[in-house]
């Protein structure tokens, strides 16, 4: 690292004594002179934000197909709402506001296209290779992947922010494990060179980044599945959260028209949430005393967390856009032609690796994870009009 004293004097303040400090990072695994204006998370989001791999979330599915419609979420507008919501928590809760903004904004550059489905496919056509993960896809691009600098692949963010981006659901080994299957290649190979840390939790700012993302996208779910006609306003009322928010803000503007309520209903429901994160958060470090970030990452069990009412609630609501958001059969025709497009490109490209564009090209062991990482960072038209050119058939969407 370079001297202290040469450090920016941007730093926010005051901070609680378990928030992550900028100006104790860990560092970058290539050192770089500090910025006299930028804390070094700072840096970090900034260099997420300018990423090619973010530009391309704004064409990315989140539900629908992103060509579907333009009021719909895509990617890149999941992402800036859970970074709003991520800063709105952290700035709460006395944290370091740009680290937990720049997870956020980050935790989705791994997603192929057309969402999860995109997503199940790669991972159907490497698992004779070395598998495919939208998680481990992110560190792969933020490591390697993205070219912006002349010293070094990747954005060589630094360890707090890559350790966040990581564990985004949790630990991934030892005892506290969310998972039980072995660790995707590309994080397994990232961890020779730069110890993240994986059986420990991550930094409260990373966390409330992961929980920001269960709020952003239950609520804008909610939301562009009635817009979009997947479910009625009376199936609304029903639901569990749902239905209050619809009647306090019925009672509270009893004129307003639809459209004005499930708007305003979203907004209560997201201010609710947060207010429960908060609340529950607050009351698990009360009991925990955490003296500095690293007993946050130690503490043995989440730290930033939804209340065991919530929850409750919360698992009903899910039960419910499941089945009539992500299962209603316009999204599983989407599904299925989406499937067929991914599928599709990666046979012939693995087949006939001539018809690839020349910096994607490898040697025979190399060649399927270089045609999945090409894959992946296809938007959703960008795919479709490959297909199109590949394939000689009508338009798909």
Same mark, same amino acid.
Not at 52 to 62: D, G, N
Not at 86 to 114: N, Q, T, W
Not at 265 to 283: C, K, N
Not at 349 to 358: A, D, G, I, N, Q
């Given at each position: 690292? %370079?001297?202290?004293?040469? @450090?920016? *004097?941007?730093?926010?303040?005051? #901070? +609680?004594?378990?928030? $992550?400090? /900028?100006?104790?990072?860990?560092?970058?695994?290539?050192?770089?002179?500090?910025?006299?204006?930028?804390?070094?998370?700072?840096?970090?989001?900034?260099?997420?934000?300018?990423?090619?791999?973010?530009?391309?979330?704004?064409?990315?599915?989140?539900?629908?197909?992103?060509?579907?419609?333009?009021?719909?979420?895509?990617?890149?507008?999941?992402?800036?709402?859970?970074?709003?919501? %991520?800063?709105?928590?952290? @700035?709460? *809760?006395?944290?370091?506001?740009? #680290? +937990?903004?720049?997870? $956020?904004? /980050?935790?989705?550059?791994?997603?192929?296209?057309?969402?999860?489905?995109?997503?199940?496919?790669?991972?159907?056509?490497?698992?004779?290779?070395?598998?495919?993960?939208?998680?481990?896809?992110?560190?792969?691009?933020?490591?390697?992947?993205?070219?912006?600098?002349?010293?070094?692949?990747?954005?060589?963010?630094?360890?707090?922010?890559?350790?966040?981006?990581?564990?985004?659901?949790?630990?991934?080994?030892?005892?506290?494990?969310?998972?039980?299957?072995? #660790?995707?290649?590309?994080?397994?190979?990232?961890?020779?060179?730069?110890?993240?840390?994986?059986?420990?939790?991550?930094?409260?700012?990373?966390?409330?980044?992961?929980?920001?993302?269960?709020?952003?996208?239950?609520?804008?779910?909610?939301?562009?599945?009635?817009?979009?006609?997947?479910?009625?306003?009376?199936?609304?009322?029903?639901?569990?959260?749902?239905?209050?928010?619809?009647?306090?803000?019925?009672?509270?503007?009893?004129?307003?028209?639809?459209?004005?309520?499930?708007?305003?209903?979203?907004?209560?429901?997201?201010?609710?949430?947060?207010?429960?994160?908060?609340?529950?958060?607050?009351?698990?470090?009360?009991?925990?005393?955490?003296?500095?970030?690293?007993?946050?990452?130690?503490?043995?069990?989440?730290?930033?967390?939804?209340?065991?009412?919530?929850?409750?609630?919360?698992?009903?609501?899910?039960?419910?856009?499941?089945?009539?958001?992500?299962?209603?059969?316009?999204?599983?025709?989407?599904?299925?032609?989406?499937?067929?497009?991914?599928?599709?490109?990666?046979?012939?490209?693995?087949?006939?690796?001539?018809?690839?564009?020349?910096?994607?090209?490898?040697?025979?062991?190399?060649?399927?994870?270089?045609?999945?990482?090409?894959?992946?960072?296809?938007?959703?038209?960008?795919?479709?009009?490959?297909?199109?050119?590949?394939?000689?058939?009508?338009?798909?969407?």
């Amino acid at each position: 690292m %370079s001297d202290p004293s040469q @450090r920016p *004097l941007a730093f926010p303040a005051p #901070l +609680a004594p378990y928030a $992550a400090r /900028a100006e104790a990072t860990r560092g970058r695994l290539f050192d770089e002179g500090e910025s006299a204006t930028r804390t070094p998370f700072q840096r970090d989001r900034d260099r997420v934000v300018h990423a090619v791999s973010f530009r391309r979330l704004k064409h990315k599915t989140q539900v629908f197909i992103s060509n579907e419609g333009d009021h719909y979420r895509t990617r890149l507008t999941h992402s800036l709402e859970v970074a709003q919501i %991520s800063r709105s928590i952290a @700035r709460l *809760l006395k944290l370091d506001e740009d #680290l +937990a903004e720049c997870v $956020a904004l /980050a935790h989705d550059l791994g997603h192929p296209p057309f969402g999860h489905t995109g997503e199940d496919v790669l991972k159907e056509c490497m698992a004779a290779y070395d598998g495919f993960d939208h998680n481990a896809h992110t560190l792969r691009l933020l490591t390697k992947l993205e070219r912006r600098h002349a010293r070094f692949d990747g954005l060589n963010l630094t360890w707090e922010a890559l350790e966040g981006v990581v564990k985004h659901n949790g630990p991934l080994t030892g005892a506290d494990a969310v998972k039980t299957e072995p #660790l995707p290649a590309a994080i397994c190979e990232y961890a020779k060179t730069h110890d993240l840390w994986l059986g420990s939790f991550a930094s409260l700012e990373a966390q409330v980044a992961a929980i920001a993302d269960d709020i952003a996208y239950n609520n804008h779910d909610v939301d562009d599945g009635l817009r979009a006609g997947l479910f009625s306003f009376d199936a609304a009322r029903e639901l569990p959260l749902v239905g209050a928010a619809i009647s306090r803000v019925e009672k509270a503007f009893p004129q307003a028209p639809r459209d004005i309520v499930i708007a305003e209903a979203v907004s209560d429901l997201i201010g609710a949430m947060v207010g429960d994160v908060v609340a529950e958060t607050r009351a698990r470090l009360d009991d925990l005393k955490p003296k500095n970030a690293d007993a946050i990452r130690h503490a043995g069990r989440q730290i930033a967390d939804f209340s065991p009412g919530m929850k409750a609630q919360l698992s009903g609501l899910r039960a419910f856009l499941h089945e009539n958001v992500y299962r209603h059969y316009k999204v599983n025709r989407a599904r299925s032609q989406a499937r067929r497009v991914v599928r599709a490109l990666f046979d012939v490209f693995v087949s006939e690796p001539e018809t690839l564009p020349p910096g994607w090209r490898a040697a025979d062991a190399a060649l399927p994870r270089s045609v999945c990482d090409y894959i992946a960072g296809m938007t959703d038209r960008y795919a479709m009009r490959e297909h199109e050119r590949l394939f000689s058939g009508a338009p798909l969407i």
